[in-house]
């Protein structure tokens, strides 16, 4: 039993062993990538993403031409807004120039749901036919002699 002991414990101190080794060389090649990392930041030349592009305005573009070779004539943001503008208040005197229907016209229906399971309702037609076929089955009269019946 004191054999096994010793045994286990000589394990254990060569797993804590190996564990700190592997601890130890993770550290090691840690540090050799943070100071590789610090090597390329310095030499790279800084470079700021925005400065490198061009404002593209407006102004620039003299003309469009679209691929059927028709010319679009250039309209500026001012004319754009003044049209818009312009259609919004056509709109809304429109709206208030148009004379109010006459509330007679505005009579409602009162709302009648539709069945939600019409097959439900389809119940008493079937009703009806099996009834029909049970009259027609009593009145049914079959003459066989008994002896026939028998055989």
């Known amino acids: 039993m004191h054999g096994e002991l010793c045994k286990e414990s000589k394990d254990m101190q060569n797993f804590k062993e190996e564990v700190r080794s592997n601890m130890q060389n993770q550290d090691a090649a840690i540090q050799k990538l943070e100071a590789q990392i610090r090597y390329l930041c310095k030499q790279a030349p800084s470079h700021n993403p925005c ?27 001012e004319t754009q807004e ?46 009806n036919q099996f009834s029909r076929f049970l009259e027609v089955f009593k009145r049914l009269q079959i003459n066989i002699p008994f002896v026939e019946a028998l055989e």
Do not use: F
């Open 82 to 127: 003044r049209e818009v503008d312009e259609r919004l208040s056509d709109k809304e005197e429109a709206r208030t120039h148009a004379p109010n229907p006459p509330e007679e016209k505005e009579i409602l229906r009162s709302y009648i749901p539709k069945a939600p399971y019409p097959q439900r309702l389809m119940k008493n037609e079937k009703d």
């Open 51 to 77: 400065s490198a592009t061009k404002t593209n305005s407006r102004e620039e573009c003299k003309a469009i031409t679209l691929w059927s070779g028709k010319e679009l004539k250039e309209t500026s943001k």
